[in-house]
Every structure is written in C-alpha cells, then in structure tokens.
C-alpha cells in the first residue's frame, strides 16, 4: 500500500461550501479538470491544498 500525501478541496455548491479530503490521489490535476467526477458537476473550487494540516484548517474557516 503506497501512502499518499491528502488532498483537501474545499468547493462550494448551490451556495453551500463544503470540504473533502482526497487521499488516493498523487496531484490535484484530475480534481481541476472539466471533464473531472471527483466533485460534483457545478461546484466552485474556493481553495485546494497538500497536506495534512489543510482539511481541518478549511473545515474551521468554511464549515459554520
């Protein structure tokens, strides 16, 4: 099993911002592309980051 550094998207749909951690992928590139089914269809990427540290960080500053 190869350890993969996470991945954290937070995205904001019909309004709402959401957050998910990615931890199965080497590079952010398949979740910026059109064509991409990691997200849902419609949602606006508000920030992306690598590493451990950014899903709680944009938990806290997203999610109310």
Do not use: H
Not at 42 to 49: A, N, T, W
């Amino acid at each position: 099993m190869i350890i993969r550094t996470p991945i954290a998207v937070a995205y904001k749909l019909n309004g709402k911002n959401y957050v998910k951690e990615f931890k199965d992928l080497r590079c952010p590139d398949p979740l910026i592309t059109n064509r991409s089914t990691k997200l849902p269809s419609g949602s606006e990427i508000l920030e992306i980051g690598q590493g451990k540290k950014f899903y709680q960080q944009y938990k806290k500053k997203y999610i109310k």
